[in-house]
């Protein structure tokens, strides 16, 4: 697990948009309130109370009315795959769950309406735990190759990892791909692109060429391709929009997912 998290909020018309932007990681989301997905048939359907967000390569459209109360837990997606297997489709966004999250989800909802957040994190911490008791974890050298494209903000070349790690490209490819659901490469696109928009929602004025060549980008114009593949706008229009949101620069509002709430977050190893 890599995070927990927690917010409650009542949305106006003015918030009730939100973008979900793509993503390297996979929240599990326990939420109690009206919150709307759209699908690509264009068509806003409620979440259920319990649902999962995937591994995404493109951005969706999410909109909450009213009084939202909402616990999320982030996985790494090499971890996500062995402790929620059978429970979730980790691909996109899951509203169909097993037995055990629905079950889970029944304790942790009455005490999601009282305000209870604390207790409800305890009793998925717990599930979460055992979980992971009877999980077959991931592959060392998976494990590895994952953390080392983090710390690298990713950065880090795949023939190199392989190297260093005693396997073949295609050796840590295959088994990447099997424990995480996309390949090395795939993951370390996402990783710098989410930097690249976390810096941006904290320093909108930043030098996009300075910011390309610090996320490891061939130049400004790679950094601006790969920037539009994946939100179908420039970073410039990008920084605009945060801007226009928070004009001292301090975050996008709803540009980002509810597993990105900064409130009440705390880290897990």
Same mark, same amino acid.
């Given at each position: 697990?890599?995070?927990?998290?927690?917010?409650?909020?009542?949305? @106006?018309?003015?918030?009730?948009?939100? !973008?979900?932007?793509?993503?390297?990681?996979?929240?599990?989301?326990?939420?109690?309130?009206?919150?709307?997905?759209?699908?690509?048939?264009?068509?806003?359907?409620?979440? &259920?109370?319990?649902?999962?967000?995937?591994?995404?390569?493109?951005?969706?459209?999410?909109?909450?009315?009213?009084?939202?109360?909402?616990?999320?837990?982030?996985?790494?997606?090499?971890?996500?795959?062995?402790?929620?297997?059978?429970?979730?489709?980790?691909?996109?966004?899951? @509203?169909?769950?097993?037995?055990?999250?629905?079950?889970?989800?029944?304790?942790?909802?009455?005490?999601?309406?009282?305000?209870?957040?604390? *207790?409800?994190?305890?009793?998925?911490?717990?599930?979460?735990?055992?979980?992971?008791?009877?999980? #077959?974890?991931?592959?060392? &050298?998976?494990?590895?190759?994952?953390?080392?494209?983090?710390?690298?903000?990713?950065? *880090?070349?795949?023939? *190199?990892?392989?190297?260093?790690?005693?396997?073949?490209?295609?050796?840590?490819?295959?088994?990447?791909? !099997?424990?995480?659901?996309?390949?090395?490469?795939?993951?370390?696109?996402?990783?710098?692109?989410?930097?690249? @928009?976390?810096?941006?929602?904290?320093?909108?004025?930043?030098?996009?060429?300075?910011?390309?060549?610090?996320?490891?980008?061939?130049?400004?114009?790679?950094?601006?391709?790969?920037?539009?593949?994946? @939100? /179908?706008?420039? &970073?410039? #229009?990008?920084?605009?929009?945060?801007?226009?949101?928070?004009?001292?620069?301090?975050?996008?509002? /709803?540009? #980002?997912?509810? /597993?990105?709430?900064?409130?009440?977050?705390?880290?897990?190893?």
């Amino acid at each position: 697990m890599q995070s927990y998290s927690s917010y409650e909020e009542r949305h @106006t018309v003015g918030t009730e948009e939100h !973008r979900l932007l793509p993503e390297a990681n996979i929240d599990l989301v326990f939420h109690c309130g009206d919150a709307r997905i759209e699908g690509r048939d264009g068509r806003l359907r409620p979440l &259920p109370p319990v649902f999962v967000i995937g591994v995404r390569d493109e951005p969706a459209r999410m909109v909450s009315r009213g009084l939202a109360r909402v616990i999320g837990v982030r996985f790494h997606p090499w971890s996500a795959l062995s402790l929620l297997e059978r429970e979730a489709d980790l691909r996109g966004t899951c @509203t169909t769950v097993g037995a055990g999250l629905r079950a889970l989800s029944e304790r942790v909802g009455p005490l999601l309406e009282r305000g209870a957040c604390d *207790a409800a994190t305890r009793l998925i911490e717990g599930w979460l735990l055992e979980r992971q008791r009877v999980a #077959r974890p991931p592959d060392g &050298p998976v494990t590895a190759a994952g953390h080392a494209l983090h710390a690298s903000h990713g950065s *880090a070349r795949v023939g *190199a990892l392989a190297g260093r790690l005693g396997l073949s490209v295609r050796q840590l490819e295959r088994q990447f791909k !099997r424990a995480a659901g996309l390949s090395p490469k795939a993951l370390a696109r996402l990783i710098r692109f989410s930097r690249a @928009t976390e810096r941006l929602e904290r320093v909108p004025d930043a030098s996009l060429t300075a910011l390309a060549f610090e996320l490891g980008y061939a130049d400004q114009a790679h950094f601006i391709r790969e920037f539009r593949a994946f @939100t /179908g706008m420039s &970073p410039g #229009r990008y920084a605009a929009e945060v801007r226009r949101l928070s004009p001292h620069g301090e975050g996008a509002g /709803g540009a #980002r997912d509810a /597993g990105d709430a900064d409130r009440g977050e705390h880290t897990r190893d």
